[in-house]
């Protein structure tokens, strides 16, 4: 037993939180209030030492500045102090499970984050005459490599630097694939549960977009694709496995169907992690997928990116493939850019999707995870995912609504609905509770095609103790949400902030900080 | 496997709950003839952490990173100095594992950051509001082309020759499947700033939805962008204005002072480094009216239940999720970390910091011009400059580049690897200095141009 010097004995506390004083900060001990940085700062404190300029006569073309910006700065103590009080508002999978379904919200291993840091990789110019990047070119056709081989595809576009434009460019090959024969095609047809970027996309290439139904198991219903499909049809995008958590178990049929006519058939990566390293989508018939390597090769999410969404292409959509791209000749890596695009054979590329050559720091990352896992880790990743998925789909499906549970197993993600809640209660409700109980909360309302849906994702970098703990927390919040607990309604109470009012927030929007007049400030 | 928690007797009991025997089981929908009986032949299997280490820090020292050598690269890609608090910030696990702020209760961190990035970022380029970052500058360029698009309801945009080859490359690739019309032109190394100007005002016309300038351009001239934001005004015309190196406004009037109606740029040069590229940060800023038809995301600022400020991602009325194919842009993901680079950089600057870097970088960038003009048949193409001017070689410049490279001097950017076959800009060479340049660096790009001419 250990002793007590002070002679202070505990007491079990008589008052809750909600009735302690305020206290004079507005801090709750570890629960840090912080101003906003322009009511903190001034335009005339700063946080770094600059040598003295030289004196020169201005070559500016006498367009100098003569008003102030408006750019308040801190000493580095309080702008340090300042970003770290406010990262303790945020949650992060560091701090615990984090099953967003859809965003594959896995660890993110340290060791990427030192290889990104490598002066080699991280301070190395884009426009580095090519015999000084060689390395650079090698890592690249590295990663390439590997996602060609994980995904049984010959074709790759390492540039693309997210999901939502790793579809664009699949679009696009797509397009510029019909249009070197002369074949305009109008129409994309996506399925009415696909992620919101899909039809985005389609519009954003400049095609219509029609949607595709699900039949009652969840899945993309067949006929009603094959209905749809006609000679006015560039291509379809599938996800699979699909938002519903379900394998499309007709993928080879749906491809056959789609090429029959002539389309092709793009797949949505985003749920690559439920496959990865167990099914190569080239089996499929697939000629085109993104592949995030934000959630299936952990880089980080970053409360927003950078993401970073390479396309492997099949042999038809290959050689379309924008600029620019790696190849290996000899020992010697060649970035073919716009310059080399007809004396290496590649006058179908379809053009350029951004300056330079993509998300490098991400290759690095995702070079270091598919290397630590190697082609063993990488399948007991998707084998572990899917089991997680399942032991939380089949332990909570007593206690929630599992519209699909009767479809077979799930992959990587859970899907509930709210049916059985008490009324006025929905997902928001459970969501909220769920951050008291400290977890960051499931996906919400999608797909759209599950009402008040849930989605799960635990991913495989989650212990059994972990996923143990969400199940009895989630079953409780559940239980509350269907016995109509009014206390549910005002959660999160334990959080930086209580529920936001986002609907004020859109009606008048405030998006940048004002000044107050200045009688205000002065005060 | 050390990221793998789950053990054996783990699965065992997980498969027993489910009810299944093997996880075999789990994949009983995948077609039999895609389902891989094994590890992927081909692949290595897995490997230790040291393993791996070794092996990418050999690759990683194949490369002539920046800091190896006298260095001048620059053409939308600047090195500069990034305190290291910036690093040690992004690298905080609850920014850096955290994702989008769908949960705003539990991401006030990451949405106060953002409300703060997008005030610096509009108050820096003049404009009322800006959005929480697209992916970079080139992609933000072409969804302001999109933008102005939508509110003129005109097909029609005129790119300056100024503005970066690869952003001209994006956005022309993008218009020929979307049926956009974009007028393009090559820069001059004879030209001037207000012949570009005058250029552009001829050409805009009541078809005209926006006209695209770079300022600073590629060949680092500055431009007074008033006349030009009146011409297509008075056409009904929208100014978009791009800058790839931000760190020009701490001294520079900004795009939207001169009138610009949209402002877009790389942010890279302000915390994030070179990376070969990527990730960037872009940057897109506009005036209030136009918000509604703004891509990507955007942090409000409201009031919780108790009646608490905090910020939540608003107006995604605009966004993916929501409108699907009406959407604004098909963008989800952002550059989110680097723009927290980005505002911890310019926290720690602060106007005055800014201020004092931009007069540093101008400076040395005036020194550097007197010093190599000096080298015989070397002259100056840039009228007017910021830290990047134009040298005209009296020969081609992509060998002397690479001549000086292999002697350990990165001399710049050869204008023939950014316009190949343009004959008329094959001996323009590109020259940054920045605040990370000593006079001894530029003393041995000097010699060693002198000697690569010679």
Same mark, same amino acid.
């Given at each position: 037993?250990?002793?007590?010097?002070?002679?202070?004995?505990?007491?079990?506390?008589?008052?809750?939180?909600?009735?302690?004083?305020?206290?004079?900060?507005?801090?709750?001990?570890?629960? !840090?209030?912080?101003?906003?940085?322009?009511?903190?700062?001034?335009?005339?404190?700063?946080?770094?030492?600059?040598?003295?300029?030289?004196?020169?006569?201005?070559?500016?073309?006498? !367009?100098?500045?003569?008003?102030?910006?408006?750019?308040?700065?801190?000493?580095?103590?309080?702008?340090?102090?300042?970003?770290?009080?406010?990262?303790?508002?945020?949650?992060?999978?560091?701090?615990?499970?984090?099953?967003?379904?859809?965003?594959?919200?896995?660890?993110?291993?340290?060791?990427?984050?030192?290889?990104?840091?490598?002066?080699?990789?991280?301070?190395?110019?884009?426009?580095?005459?090519?015999?000084?990047?060689?390395?650079?070119?090698?890592?690249?056709?590295?990663?390439?490599?590997?996602?060609?081989? $994980?995904?049984?595809?010959?074709?790759?576009?390492?540039?693309?630097?997210?999901?939502?434009?790793?579809?664009?460019?699949?679009?696009?090959?797509?397009?510029?694939?019909?249009?070197?024969?002369?074949?305009?095609?109008?129409?994309?047809?996506?399925?009415?549960?696909?992620?919101?970027?899909?039809?985005?996309?389609?519009?954003?290439?400049?095609?219509?977009?029609?949607?595709?139904?699900?039949?009652?198991?969840?899945?993309?219903?067949?006929?009603? $694709?094959?209905?749809?499909?006609?000679?006015?049809?560039?291509?379809?995008?599938?996800?699979?496995?699909?938002?519903?958590?379900?394998?499309?178990?007709?993928?080879?049929?749906?491809?056959?169907?789609?090429?029959?006519?002539?389309?092709?058939?793009?797949?949505?990566?985003?749920?690559?992690?439920?496959?990865?390293?167990?099914?190569?989508?080239?089996?499929?018939?697939?000629?085109?997928?993104?592949?995030?390597?934000?959630?299936?090769?952990?880089?980080?999410?970053?409360?927003?990116?950078?993401?970073?969404?390479?396309?492997?292409?099949?042999?038809?959509?290959?050689?379309?493939?924008?600029?620019?791209?790696?190849?290996?000749?000899?020992?010697?890596?060649?970035?073919?850019?716009?310059?080399?695009?007809?004396?290496?054979?590649?006058?179908?590329?379809?053009?350029?999707?951004?300056?330079?050559?993509?998300?490098?720091?991400?290759?690095?990352?995702?070079?270091?995870?598919?290397?630590?896992?190697?082609?063993?880790?990488?399948?007991?990743?998707?084998?572990?995912?899917?089991?997680?998925?399942?032991?939380?789909?089949?332990?909570?499906?007593?206690?929630?609504?599992?519209?699909?549970?009767?479809?077979?197993?799930?992959?990587?993600?859970?899907?509930?609905?709210?049916?059985?809640?008490?009324?006025?209660?929905?997902?928001?409700?459970?969501?909220?509770?769920?951050?008291?109980?400290?977890?960051?909360?499931?996906?919400?309302?999608?797909?759209?095609?599950?009402?008040?849906?849930?989605?799960?994702?635990?991913?495989?970098?989650?212990?059994?103790?972990?996923?143990?703990?969400?199940?009895?927390?989630?079953?409780?919040?559940?239980?509350?949400?269907?016995?109509?607990?009014?206390?549910?309604?005002?959660?999160?109470?334990?959080?930086?902030?209580?529920?936001?009012?986002?609907?004020?927030?859109?009606?008048?929007?405030?998006?940048?900080?004002?000044?107050?007049?200045?009688?205000?400030?002065?005060? | 496997?050390?990221?793998?928690?789950?053990?054996?007797?783990?699965?065992?009991?997980?498969?027993?709950?489910?009810?299944?025997?093997?996880?075999?089981?789990?994949?009983?929908?995948?077609?039999?003839?895609?389902?891989?009986?094994?590890?992927?032949?081909?692949?290595?299997?897995?490997?230790?952490?040291?393993?791996?280490?070794?092996?990418?820090?050999?690759?990683?020292?194949?490369?002539?990173?920046?800091?190896?050598?006298?260095?001048? $690269?620059?053409?939308?890609?600047?090195?500069?100095?990034?305190?290291?608090?910036?690093?040690?910030?992004?690298?905080?696990?609850?920014?850096?594992?955290?994702?989008?702020?769908?949960?705003?209760?539990?991401?006030?961190?990451?949405?106060?950051?953002?409300?703060?990035?997008?005030?610096?970022?509009?108050?820096?380029?003049?404009?009322?509001?800006?959005?929480?970052?697209?992916?970079?500058?080139?992609?933000?360029?072409?969804?302001?082309?999109?933008?102005?698009?939508?509110?003129?309801?005109?097909?029609?945009?005129?790119?300056?020759?100024?503005?970066?080859?690869?952003?001209?490359?994006?956005?022309?690739?993008?218009?020929?499947?979307?049926?956009?019309?974009?007028?393009?032109?090559?820069?001059?190394?004879?030209?001037?700033?207000?012949?570009?100007?005058?250029?552009?005002?001829?050409?805009?016309?009541?078809?005209?939805?926006?006209?695209?300038?770079?300022?600073?351009?590629?060949?680092?001239?500055?431009?007074?962008?008033?006349?030009?934001?009146?011409?297509?005004?008075?056409?009904?015309?929208?100014?978009?204005?791009?800058?790839?190196?931000?760190?020009?406004?701490?001294?520079?009037?900004?795009?939207?002072?001169?009138?610009?109606?949209?402002?877009?740029?790389?942010?890279?040069?302000?915390?994030?480094?070179?990376?070969?590229?990527?990730?960037?940060?872009?940057?897109?800023?506009?005036?209030?009216?136009?918000?509604?038809?703004?891509?990507?995301?955007?942090?409000?600022?409201?009031?919780?239940?108790?009646?608490?400020?905090?910020f939540v991602l608003t107006l995604s009325t605009r966004e993916q999720h929501i409108?699907?194919?009406?959407?604004?842009?098909?963008?989800?993901?952002?550059?989110?970390?680097?723009?927290?680079?980005?505002?911890?950089?310019?926290?720690?600057?602060?106007?005055?910091?800014?201020?004092? $870097?931009?007069?540093?970088?101008?400076?040395?960038?005036?020194?550097?011009?007197?010093?190599?003009?000096?080298?015989?048949?070397?002259?100056?193409?840039?009228?007017?400059?910021?830290n990047e001017f134009i040298l005209k070689l009296p020969k081609e410049a992509r060998?002397?580049?690479?001549?000086?490279?292999?002697?350990?001097?990165?001399?710049?950017?050869?204008?023939?690897?950014?316009?190949?076959?343009?004959?008329?800009?094959?001996?323009?060479?590109?020259?940054?200095?920045?605040?990370?340049?000593?006079r001894d660096d530029v003393q041995a790009l000097a010699a060693a141009l002198e000697?690569?001419?010679?």
């Amino acid at each position: 037993m250990t002793v007590n010097p002070s002679g202070w004995r505990p007491e079990a506390p008589t008052n809750d939180i909600d009735a302690a004083p305020a206290t004079f900060t507005g801090n709750k001990a570890l629960m !840090l209030e912080e101003a906003l940085l322009f009511e903190i700062g001034s335009i005339d404190r700063t946080g770094v030492d600059l040598p003295e300029p030289p004196k020169v006569a201005s070559r500016l073309n006498g !367009l100098e500045r003569n008003r102030t910006i408006g750019l308040p700065g801190l000493s580095e103590p309080e702008a340090v102090r300042h970003y770290t009080r406010l990262s303790r508002q945020n949650y992060g999978i560091d701090l615990g499970f984090f099953p967003l379904g859809s965003c594959t919200m896995k660890h993110n291993p340290r060791l990427n984050e030192k290889m990104a840091r490598l002066p080699g990789f991280a301070d190395l110019h884009p426009l580095t005459p090519v015999d000084g990047t060689q390395g650079a070119l090698a890592l690249i056709h590295l990663v390439g490599e590997w996602l060609k081989t $994980l995904t049984g595809m010959p074709g790759i576009a390492m540039s693309p630097k997210a999901g939502a434009h790793g579809e664009l460019c699949g679009l696009l090959a797509i397009r510029a694939a019909h249009e070197a024969t002369g074949d305009a095609r109008t129409t994309i047809l996506v399925p009415e549960s696909a992620h919101g970027t899909n039809p985005a996309t389609a519009a954003f290439a400049g095609y219509a977009v029609e949607s595709i139904p699900a039949t009652a198991e969840g899945r993309v219903d067949l006929d009603a $694709l094959k209905a749809k499909l006609g000679t006015h049809v560039a291509g379809v995008m599938i996800t699979n496995p699909n938002t519903c958590g379900l394998f499309e178990r007709d993928m080879i049929e749906i491809a056959d169907a789609i090429h029959a006519v002539g389309a092709y058939l793009y797949c949505d990566g985003a749920n690559f992690n439920a496959i990865v390293g167990s099914v190569r989508p080239g089996d499929l018939g697939v000629d085109a997928m993104h592949i995030n390597l934000h959630k299936t090769f952990s880089t980080p999410h970053g409360g927003g990116g950078p993401g970073s969404g390479p396309v492997v292409f099949s042999e038809a959509l290959a050689p379309f493939a924008p600029l620019p791209f790696v190849e290996q000749h000899g020992d010697a890596f060649v970035l073919v850019e716009e310059e080399t695009v007809a004396e290496e054979h590649h006058e179908k590329a379809f053009g350029r999707m951004v300056a330079f050559h993509g998300q490098m720091g991400m290759f690095v990352r995702a070079a270091a995870y598919m290397m630590s896992h190697g082609a063993d880790g990488l399948r007991q990743v998707s084998e572990d995912a899917v089991l997680s998925a399942n032991y939380i789909l089949r332990s909570l499906e007593d206690v929630l609504d599992a519209p699909f549970g009767a479809s077979g197993p799930c992959m990587h993600e859970a899907l509930f609905s709210d049916d059985g809640m008490a009324p006025g209660f929905s997902t928001l409700d459970i969501a909220k509770g769920l951050i008291d109980e400290g977890f960051h909360p499931m996906t919400m309302y999608f797909p759209l095609v599950v009402h008040g849906a849930m989605l799960i994702e635990p991913t495989e970098t989650e212990s059994k103790a972990a996923l143990d703990q969400f199940i009895g927390a989630l079953r409780s919040v559940a239980e509350r949400a269907k016995a109509g607990d009014p206390a549910l309604k005002a959660a999160p109470i334990h959080a930086p902030r209580r529920r936001l009012d986002e609907t004020a927030a859109a009606r008048k929007p405030v998006l940048v900080y004002k000044d107050p007049p200045l009688a205000t400030a002065a005060e | 496997m050390r990221y793998l928690p789950l053990q054996p007797e783990d699965r065992q009991a997980m498969l027993g709950v489910i009810g299944a025997s093997s996880v075999d089981d789990l994949f009983v929908d995948v077609p039999a003839a895609a389902r891989l009986d094994g590890p992927i032949r081909d692949l290595p299997m897995h490997q230790s952490e040291q393993a791996v280490e070794r092996q990418l820090t050999a690759l990683a020292r194949k490369n002539q990173a920046a800091s190896d050598q006298p260095f001048f $690269l620059g053409a939308g890609a600047y090195r500069h100095h990034v305190p290291a608090s910036v690093d040690h910030i992004i690298q905080r696990g609850e920014f850096l594992t955290s994702y989008t702020p769908y949960q705003p209760e539990i991401a006030q961190g990451t949405l106060q950051a953002l409300f703060e990035f997008q005030t610096q970022v509009a108050r820096l380029f003049g404009c009322d509001v800006a959005n929480a970052s697209m992916y970079d500058g080139s992609t933000a360029c072409w969804e302001a082309i999109v933008m102005a698009r939508r509110i003129t309801k005109r097909g029609k945009a005129i790119l300056s020759g100024g503005l970066h080859p690869h952003y001209v490359s994006v956005c022309t690739t993008m218009a020929r499947f979307t049926g956009d019309v974009l007028e393009t032109s090559l820069p001059s190394l004879e030209g001037s700033a207000e012949k570009e100007m005058a250029k552009l005002i001829a050409a805009v016309d009541g078809e005209t939805s926006c006209v695209v300038v770079q300022n600073p351009g590629i060949l680092g001239r500055i431009a007074d962008l008033s006349e030009l934001a009146a011409a297509c005004h008075a056409k009904g015309a929208l100014l978009v204005a791009v800058v790839t190196e931000p760190v020009s406004l701490g001294l520079i009037r900004s795009p939207g002072e001169m009138g610009a109606d949209i402002v877009v740029g790389e942010g890279q040069s302000i915390g994030v480094g070179l990376n070969f590229g990527g990730p960037y940060v872009g940057l897109f800023a506009c005036a209030d009216k136009h918000v509604r038809q703004m891509p990507g995301r955007l942090a409000g600022e409201t009031v919780d239940a108790a009646g608490q400020r905090g910020f939540v991602l608003t107006l995604s009325t605009r966004e993916q999720h929501i409108r699907r194919e009406k959407a604004t842009s098909n963008i989800c993901t952002n550059s989110g970390l680097c723009a927290l680079a980005f505002t911890v950089h310019m926290t720690l600057l602060g106007e005055k910091g800014l201020r004092d $870097l931009a007069t540093l970088n101008h400076a040395l960038a005036v020194e550097a011009v007197e010093v190599l003009t000096k080298v015989p048949g070397v002259e100056l193409c840039s009228d007017s400059f910021f830290n990047e001017f134009i040298l005209k070689l009296p020969k081609e410049a992509r060998p002397v580049v690479r001549d000086m490279a292999e002697k350990g001097v990165l001399g710049g950017v050869s204008l023939g690897r950014l316009y190949p076959g343009v004959e008329a800009l094959e001996k323009g060479l590109v020259v940054a200095v920045t605040e990370t340049t000593t006079r001894d660096d530029v003393q041995a790009l000097a010699a060693a141009l002198e000697e690569a001419l010679a």
